[in-house]
C-alpha cells in the first residue's frame, strides 16, 4: 500500500462545477498536512496547508480527518484556471519526511 | 526576488556520462530537498540537507550524489551508475524539516538520456 494515495482522475468537469478530491494516508503519526498545485511541466506550488478544524480559502476548502486517516479538497465555483494536477502532501513528525501523492488531474472545460 | 532557481531547463545527457544540476537559493533556508518526478508518478527524494556540510539519503538515492558546502547551493549530480535517469528533477527548499514549514520549489531540470 502506498504511504499517500489519491484518485487519479482526470476529472473532467464543466465551469462553475463543485469537484472534491478525496486523499488518504497510511501513517498515524503523520503531523502536516498540504495541498499543492502543479501545471503541466511546471514545479508544484503550494496550494493551502490543511489544519485539525479545517480551513477554507477563498473558493478552496481543505479537511482533515485523522481518524480515517484521510484529507479533502473542495474546490467551489471551478475556472478554466484551476486546471492542474493536485497534490496531497503529508509530513512525518520529526519533519523531514515529506510524501508526495501521485497528484489528481482536474480539467476544467468551457 | 528571494527564490530557489535551477539549471539548466533542459539538459540532454549521453549514456554514460556524469552530469550536474545545479540548485540555488536566497530565502536564507536551512533545509534542501531534491525529488525526481517520473510521469504519472508522484515527487520521489533522492537526498535532502537539514545544514551545511550535512546530508541523507533519500528513498531513491543509488546512482545520485550531493555536496552542500554553502547554505545556498545543493547540487546534485547524476552519475553514470543510474540506470534510468531520465526524469524531471525538483529541488526545494525550506525554513527547517520541522513543524508545518512547506517546501518552495525551483523551476526544475528536465533530464534526457540519449
Known amino acids: 500500500r502506498k504511504e499517500v494515495e489519491q484518485d487519479p482522475g482526470p476529472f473532467n468537469v464543466p465551469e462553475g462545477a463543485t469537484v472534491a478530491f478525496n486523499c488518504t494516508y497510511s ?41 480515517s486517516q484521510y484529507i479533502s479538497l473542495l474546490i467551489r465555483d471551478s475556472k478554466l484556471s484551476d486546471s492542474a494536477t493536485y497534490l496531497c502532501v503529508v509530513k512525518s513528525t520529526g519533519g523531514f519526511k515529506t510524501i508526495f501523492g501521485a497528484g489528481t488531474r482536474l480539467f476544467v472545460k468551457a | 526576488d528571494g527564490g ?37 508518478q508522484g515527487l520521489r527524494l533522492i537526498y535532502y540537507s537539514q545544514i551545511v556540510n550535512d546530508f541523507q539519503k533519500g528513498d531513491i538515492a543509488e ?37 508545518n514549514n512547506e517546501q518552495f520549489f525551483g523551476p526544475g531540470t528536465r533530464l534526457t538520456v540519449l
Open chain 1, 27 to 67: 501513517n498515524s503519526a503523520s503531523q502536516s498536512f498540504f495541498w499543492y498545485r502543479q501545471d503541466c511541466r511546471k514545479e508544484p506550488k503550494l496550494l493551502m496547508s490543511v489544519y485539525s478544524s479545517g480551513n477554507e480559502d477563498g473558493r478552496f476548502t481543505a479537511q482533515l480527518n485523522r481518524a
Open chain 2, 4 to 40: 530557489i532557481t535551477q539549471s539548466p531547463k533542459y539538459l540532454f545527457r549521453k549514456e554514460g556520462q556524469n552530469v550536474t544540476l545545479s540548485c540555488e537559493q536566497n530565502l536564507n533556508h536551512d533545509a534542501m530537498y531534491w525529488y525526481r518526478q517520473d510521469p504519472g
Open chain 2, 63 to 99: 546512482g545520485y550524489s550531493v555536496s552542500r558546502e554553502k547554505k545556498e547551493s545543493f547540487p546534485l549530480t547524476v552519475t553514470s551508475a543510474q540506470k534510468n535517469p531520465t526524469a524531471f528533477y525538483l529541488c526545494a527548499s525550506s525554513s527547517g524539516p520541522w513543524g
